[in-house]
């Protein structure tokens, strides 16, 4: 329950029993029951007086049938009974026993009225008469008169006006007017901003760092929802719009370093770092929140300009690493052909040798060279030459396979490396490649206008006990030669030369 409620109960009720002690004292309402007791006064003083009467010139009879007609004539008369001292009954209306209610006192009540007759000095019977329940009786029927319907028009109306005009007020008051002077002189002395809403979302108590921000005094802030201030969203807000302390609020937990924005009149965008933690009374119940704001915009202003500078510094990396990719491609890479030039070839043949001798695995290289090249350039030209060329380097790329590589050793001479392929393999493999090459120039709409176009292959492994790289491609340049010797567009392995080069001896 709000204090406003509380109060508003607390005035009504202090209203309620002022008009009851002013009627009581000033009698300003007259009372409700008066005429009807009044009225029932008189009717039993009158049946008092007839009764006796009647029982002095002995005319029951007759006193029997005035009751029945005065309980038929008079509807506020239920019942009539005319009763000894002993309980004997002289005479009674049909329904007097279900209707009478004994009270066990001699004592009458404004429903049921007890009336002496005497015969003499003596008391000769009682006349019991039963009235019907007072008008305005029971709570609906007090409420009808005029007193009590005063009384309840104040407490309604009242209690609800009484509860606007205080939520008006106390959202107005200053809180802070409680807050000993030197805690508030604390609170403007930090750097960090701060503020106390009550659980309505109200700033009750603000420092002078926070107010600053939004170019006020904090006794300007005092009342205001904090929620309306010219809060940004945040890059890294997830969709909520949900401000920190509400959520607090909601949740009943602390919230630590929430990220917040602000368009500060005076100082531009800011941003915060917030911490909101519920206040809690002595008996546990939640009475709103403490919000702290820690300024970190120059803080994000210097990581925006070293983001900035790591930007630049990843761009200039990247462009020297694609500069130095392009010149390594430019050292290692002959233009023409695609392929690893003479330097970038021998240094990659030397590792692939001797990872080949130390881990005893399989290494062949073959040598290529394109037949009578030297008759292309002088009968089509330099142009159709070099279309020869390339043709030759993509055929002998496209054979080696993902481990395999090619270099160009000369003019029109190649080398394949196949890293893992022996002798025969090889073989297999160069002949294919030399039928491949072979048959790109056989059209007439070709640079060789259906110049058959040939190319001879010398093979050597390691096996065949190469020591260094330089006698691995003598071996395979002295089978080249065998295939030029024997006819050219053909394919000849080391073995063969040196079974040749034993015959002749």
């Known amino acids: 329950m709000t204090p406003a409620i509380r109060i508003s109960l607390g005035i009504v009720a202090l209203t309620t029993t002022l008009l009851l002690a002013a009627d009581w004292v000033l009698g300003i309402f007259p009372d409700p029951y008066a005429p009807v007791l009044e009225a029932r006064q008189e009717l039993s003083e009158s ?10 010139v002995d005319r029951l009879p007759d006193m029997q049938l005035a009751m029945e007609l005065i309980v038929g004539q008079m509807p506020d008369v239920l019942s009539m009974n005319l009763q000894k001292p002993d309980g004997e009954s002289i005479a009674a209306t049909r329904e007097h026993i279900s209707l009478w209610k004994e009270t066990g006192t001699e004592r009458s009540t404004p429903t049921q009225v007890l009336i002496p007759i005497f015969q003499g000095e003596e008391q000769w019977a009682v006349l019991q008469v039963k009235f019907d329940a007072l008008p305005n009786s029971g709570f609906f029927g007090l409420v009808s008169t005029p007193l009590y319907k005063l009384i309840l028009a104040m407490a309604v109306a009242g209690f609800l006006a009484y509860l606007l005009f205080l939520s008006r007020t106390l959202r107005y008051l200053d809180p ?47 009342g205001v929802d904090p929620s309306r201030l010219p809060w940004l969203k945040s ?61 970190i915009s120059e803080l994000e202003q210097m990581n925006d300009g070293l983001r900035d500078t790591l930007k630049n510094l990843e761009a200039a990396h990247m462009e020297v690493r694609i500069k130095n990719e392009e010149l390594l491609y430019l050292a290692t890479i002959d233009p023409l052909t695609e392929c690893f030039n003479r330097r970038a070839f021998f240094e990659k043949l030397e590792l692939e040798f001797e990872l080949a001798k130390r881990d005893k695995l399989k290494l062949s290289v073959v040598m290529a060279d394109i037949d009578h090249f030297k008759m292309i350039n002088d009968d089509f030209g330099h142009g159709a030459g070099d279309v020869v060329i390339k043709e030759m380097a993509r055929t002998l790329t496209e054979s080696v396979g993902v481990d395999g590589f090619v270099g160009r050793y000369g003019g029109e001479e190649f080398c394949m490396v196949l890293v893992g392929t022996g002798e025969l393999e090889s073989i297999q493999l160069s002949n294919r490649a030399r039928l491949v090459f072979e048959s790109s120039f056989q059209a007439s709409d070709s640079v060789t206008e259906g110049r058959l176009v040939t190319a001879s292959f010398g093979v050597s492994t390691i096996s065949f006990g190469a020591g260094s790289i330089t006698d691995f491609l003598n071996q395979a340049d002295l089978a080249l030669y065998h295939s030029k010797d024997n006819g050219r567009n053909c394919v000849s392995s080391w073995m063969d030369v040196d079974i040749n080069r034993k015959e002749a001896s």
């Open 47 to 56: 049946l008092a007086i007839q009764y006796s009467t009647l029982v002095t």
């Open 176 to 222: 802070s007017a409680v807050v000993p002077s030197r805690v508030k002189a604390a609170l403007d002395q930090l750097v960090e901003g701060v503020f106390i809403l009550d659980h309505e979302q109200r700033i009750v108590l603000v420092n002078s760092s926070f107010a600053n921000q939004m170019s006020l005094t904090p006794d300007d802030l005092i």
């Open 235 to 295: 890059d890294s807000d997830s969709g909520s719009s949900e401000m920190p302390w509400a959520a607090a609020i909601r949740l009943g937990t602390r919230l630590k370093d929430e990220r917040l924005e602000l368009q500060s009149p005076a100082l531009g965008k800011r941003v915060f770092t917030t911490n909101v933690s519920p206040i809690m009374d002595g008996g546990g119940k939640q009475r709103g929140v403490l919000a702290s704001f820690n300024d």
